[in-house]
């Protein structure tokens, strides 16, 4: 470089040096070695990234320098930050520029370098402030805001407040009211109503427990509560009721009172206990209804279901219950008991010459004096037409019947004189022994009844005892358990629907699912030829289950075609008292989802297989909380119909198609008929007659106040696929709409 030039870079007030091509320092001035403490012997000549022991490696100035160097005379300007061996942390501002020597056209950088590290810091110092005052006034303003928000809730609290007032003006009045009303419902009501403190004693009663006790409140008031005891009820009664008011707060159930003139009258109660805040029953609010009338329509009733109207024996329900307490009694005392099951011979022939009226006289006088030749204890019914069911127990063995089965002989065979006509007829008779020929009730006095066909094959008036090897029948169903088995692995099994409606409204209400065996040889095969082979056994649970999971799976495919019909599907009395029937009925109603458990209507076959009712209950009750309904299939031909209805929680009970179908023809028939649906009424249950085969069957139920039916003269059973054409195309008859 020419001596001007060093001259020049002497006299530059920053620090300042050249590089050759190379980045070799080629000059420096006397600031730069000042400022930076570097000696000429250790800069002159060196790589600039090499001096003061490679401290000068720096990322920045490389990046400068190697900027410029492609680039002929230009200009850069970078800000290094960086920590020097020598003075420590420095902030530089380098300018580098390239430059040609005019000797020989050698291009070198000028390299100039400010200090400019307590300005920056200055600045950094100043935005930070610059920061802190903006964040400062963002506060303020958020304080100024949060001010503001508190003197709107203050005054939104204020007009709260006002809105308050208002409305417990409003509520205070509507309590008056209510207490008005309260009042006139406690005086009016038709329940009686006693009200008594924490020990029983009467503080106040309405005008309706006057009427049906005959004690004024002045009479009662002050008085225990026990002054309405019949004496009717036990000890045991009255400590389970208390028990139960202590641990539940309340009792319902009925118990017999007495009025103030001695009666007893029977009636339904339900105690509350009323507490105070530290849970401390403080009164007791007892509502009650006098039920005699349904006491008294229920004995009729039963009067009707049990007897037979013409001789006034048991009839086959009733019988039936008998046979089955005494097999109770029998197998207590290791004793045997007999059924005979006897038709009258010639009695035809008295009908067709002498008329009905003279048939019927003639039954009235033959049972008389079959039941005269008959033990004290024993039994006589009347099972229909001319066929009587007799019941012989307390036998120590079979052959004692026989000295009785030869007195019901000679009895029927008794000439009876109607009028001026002399009749006489003999009797056929089966004979069946428990527990020899069977364990049931029904089962029996179908063996009686086969042997009584037997005796009448024979020649008649006579009697014909039932033998069969046991082995066949065990056989015969074990047989049948393995053929419904394969059935059900061979998918055997089709559910087909019978529809259900309303014949005044002309609506479908739903279908039952009735199962038949699709089967390969005998072709559709009807339920009543393989049912009663499986009941009571585990494989008669897992078809059950079957046609539940099947009918939830039929209610989804209809709903995709646009049809909602809820299904009913029988259920028998050996699964509804199995200990896990909620668990796996919640279990299937699980695996369908998309199907509202109310669509499913559960129908119990009434029978005496039913023997925990509290239980069957109970159970009920737990599928009624997941959401399915219940119905009383068959109603009416069972023993504890009543029993049923009272104590079995299902919405819906079912006429039996057998008094349905005859009641045009049969007047005890349209008795029984009439007396369900007004048991119905009086129950506040829906009723649905079974067995209305014809427009007039129809007509008859919706006068008697029977709406709901099914049945042949509405709907044959039909399969599925053939629901919804029928369900678009049917129309109630127009005689039905009344």
Not at 427 to 446: C, K, T
Not at 582 to 591: H, P, W
Not at 661 to 688: H, P, Q, W, Y
Request: proline share 3%; with cysteine; aromatic share 6%.
């Amino acid at each position: 470089m020419s001596e001007y030039a060093d001259i020049i870079i002497n006299a530059t007030p920053p620090p300042l040096i050249t590089l050759d091509k190379n980045l070799r320092i080629v000059t420096a001035n006397d600031s730069f070695y000042t400022f930076f403490h570097v000696k000429s012997e250790n800069a002159i000549g060196y790589l600039i990234y090499e001096l003061d022991n490679k401290q000068w490696d720096i990322p920045a100035l490389r990046e400068l320098l190697e900027t410029i160097l492609p680039q002929k005379t230009s200009f850069n300007s970078y800000l290094v930050e960086h920590n020097f061996a020598n003075i420590g942390r420095r902030i530089m501002l380098m300018n580098a520029q390239q430059i040609e020597e005019d000797e020989d056209r050698e291009l070198i950088i000028l390299l100039s370098m400010e200090d400019v590290t307590e300005r920056v810091d200055e600045l950094v110092t100043a935005n930070e402030e610059k920061d802190k005052l903006e964040d400062d006034l963002v506060i303020a303003n958020k304080e100024k805001d949060k001010l503001e928000d508190d003197l709107a809730i203050a005054n939104e609290e204020k007009d709260k407040r006002a809105d308050e007032l208002v409305i417990a003006n409003e509520e205070k009045e509507h309590l008056l009211q209510k207490i008005r009303r309260a009042a006139s419902v406690f005086t009016h009501t038709q329940e009686s109503i006693m009200i008594t403190d924490a020990t029983a004693t009467i503080t106040e009663v309405n005008d309706t427990f006057s009427r049906i006790t005959g004690y004024d409140s002045k009479d009662v008031l002050g008085e225990n509560s026990r002054i309405l005891q019949s004496g009717c009820e036990s000890p045991e009664f009255f400590r389970e009721m208390w028990d139960t008011l202590q641990t539940q707060g309340h009792w319902r159930g009925e118990i017999s009172n007495r009025r103030k003139n001695g009666q007893i009258f029977p009636a339904m109660l339900s105690i509350s206990a009323v507490k105070n805040a530290d849970g401390l029953t403080q009164h007791y609010v007892s509502l009650s209804t006098d039920i005699s009338s349904i006491k008294a329509y229920q004995g009729q009733l039963e009067r009707i279901t049990h007897y037979d109207l013409l001789t006034n024996l048991p009839n086959r329900v009733l019988v039936a219950d008998r046979i089955t307490q005494a097999m109770v009694q029998c197998q207590r005392g290791s004793q045997s008991l007999a059924v005979a099951f006897m038709d009258l011979d010639g009695f035809k022939d008295v009908n067709d010459k002498y008329g009905h009226n003279m048939g019927d006289e003639l039954l009235i006088a033959v049972s008389q004096q079959m039941q005269a030749a008959l033990h004290e204890d024993d039994t006589l019914a009347r099972i229909g037409g001319d066929e009587f069911i007799a019941v012989m127990i307390n036998l120590e063995k079979p052959e004692d019947s026989v000295p009785v089965l030869e007195c019901l002989l000679k009895a029927a065979a008794n000439p009876v004189t109607v009028g001026d006509v002399i009749m006489q007829v003999s009797v056929s008779m089966g004979v069946a022994f428990y527990p020899q020929d069977g364990v049931e009730a029904d089962p029996l006095i179908r063996r009686a009844d086969q042997a009584m066909y037997v005796a009448k094959q024979e020649g008649k008036n006579r009697y014909h005892l039932f033998d069969t090897a046991k082995d066949n029948l065990i056989n015969t169903q074990r047989k049948s358990i393995n053929d419904v088995r394969t059935a059900m692995a061979s998918d055997e099994f089709v559910l087909h629907y019978q529809p259900k409606v309303n014949m005044q409204t002309g609506d479908v209400i739903g279908v039952e699912a009735l199962i038949r065996w699709q089967h390969s040889v005998r072709g559709l095969v009807p339920p009543l030829d393989f049912l009663p082979v499986i009941e009571g056994h585990a494989i008669s649970l897992e078809l059950g289950e079957w046609v539940i999971d099947r009918a939830l799976s039929q209610i989804i495919q209809w709903r995709s075609m646009g049809i909602n019909l809820p299904v009913s599907v029988n259920i028998s009395a050996y699964q509804v008292q199995q200990s896990n029937f909620t668990t796996r009925l919640a279990t299937l109603l699980a695996l369908h989802p998309e199907v509202a458990p109310n669509c499913l209507e559960l129908e119990i076959l009434e029978t005496s297989g039913l023997h925990d009712i509290s239980q069957v209950s109970a159970t009920m009750n737990a599928c009624r909380e997941l959401g399915v309904r219940f119905a009383l299939d068959d109603f009416g031909t069972g023993y504890s119909s009543l029993t049923y209805l009272r104590r079995l929680p299902a919405h819906l009970i079912k006429i039996d198609q057998t008094f349905v179908r005859e009641m045009l023809e049969n007047a005890d028939d349209s008795t029984i008929v009439e007396a369900v649906i007004g048991l119905a009424k009086a129950f506040r249950r829906d009723v649905i007659a079974e067995g209305v085969e014809t427009i007039p069957h129809g007509l008859a139920l919706l006068k008697l106040g029977c709406h709901l039916a099914q049945g042949y003269g509405i709907a044959r059973p039909m399969p599925a696929i053939d629901i919804p054409k029928w369900v678009s195309n049917w129309k109630a008859d127009d005689s039905w709409q009344i």
